[in-house]
């Protein structure tokens, strides 16, 4: 059985351009799939997020438009709900690395609030990138290798790498009011090798331990991913 580690956003909102608090947290489908898959396969989860706060779930992320539908949002709930993990996370600056066998950040806009500024999340993503286990980033969590930055040089820098595109950030109507896009920050700001796929299709990207995610729905891939490597 191996322990896998989440590194969860804590943040409720995301500041926009005009100063409006926008409702944030994780992205549900993010967490709940990769969740399900992970722990039914036999492994421990445990979640950590900045300060142990509990996690917020974007609400959004639990329409029915949103996740497929009726049915699909009452099994993303009750997996939510099921979840005692997320109830009792660690505090990101109490995480032993050496204690789990691969770490997964799921996305939603929280990443964008607080990992991307997160010293330990760049302490804890630079020293798994460094130690060739792996590391799932899907969506908006790239976010967090901004935080990676010392001097402004990242590890990350030269790394293939996916993440949540402008086009889709566009599609969500927020990329005129946000302050930075992840696409634009990844490139200039990281230096990572940025690729992309088709607008809302699974698209995943793998580069030695690092595997990347573009949006909500290449979730289910890294969790497949994930337990073909963890095997």
Same mark, same amino acid.
């Given at each position: 059985?191996?322990? +896998? ?6 943040? /409720?909102? *995301?500041?926009?351009?005009?100063? /409006? $608090?926008?409702?944030?947290?994780? *992205? ?8 399900? !898959? ?7 989860? +445990? ?21 497929? @539908? ?10 939510? =709900? ?5 109830? =009792?996370? &660690? ?17 939603? #806009? ?10 330990? !999340? ?15 980033? +899907?969506? #908006?969590?790239? !976010? ?6 010392? #001097? ?9 790498? /996916? @993440? ?15 302050? *930075? ?18 607008? *809302?299709?699974?698209?995943? +990207?793998?580069? $030695?331990?690092?595997?990347? @995610? ?10 497949? $991913? &994930? ?5």
């Amino acid at each position: 059985m191996a322990k +896998v580690l989440f590194i969860v956003s804590g943040a /409720t909102y *995301w500041v926009l351009k005009d100063g /409006t $608090r926008y409702a944030t947290g994780y *992205w549900a489908e993010e967490f709940a799939n990769p969740y399900k !898959a992970i722990t039914d396969a036999g492994h421990e989860v +445990v979640v950590a997020t900045p300060g142990g706060v509990t996690p917020n779930v974007d609400m959004m992320s639990l329409r029915p438009a949103m996740a497929g @539908g009726e049915q699909g949002a009452l099994e993303l709930e009750g997996i939510i =709900r099921d979840a005692e993990v997320m109830r =009792r996370p &660690l505090k990101l600056s109490d995480v032993r690395l050496e204690d789990y066998d691969a770490v997964y950040l799921p996305g939603g #806009h929280g990443p964008m609030a607080d990992l991307a500024f997160d010293a330990d !999340a760049g302490r804890l993503l630079t020293a798994q990138l460094a130690s060739g286990r792996p590391l799932a980033i +899907v969506c #908006h969590a790239p !976010a967090a290798m901004l935080a990676t930055r010392i #001097h402004g040089e990242s590890p990350f820098k030269g790394r293939k790498v /996916t @993440g949540f595109t402008n086009e889709e950030e566009e599609g969500v109507g927020l990329a005129p009011r946000a302050t *930075w896009l992840l696409e634009d920050e990844l490139k200039d700001k990281v230096g990572v090798d940025y690729s992309r796929g088709e607008t *809302w299709k699974p698209y995943m +990207v793998e580069d $030695r331990n690092l595997v990347t @995610g573009q949006n909500p729905a290449s979730a289910a891939v890294l969790a497949d $991913r &994930l337990l073909q490597i963890l095997k």
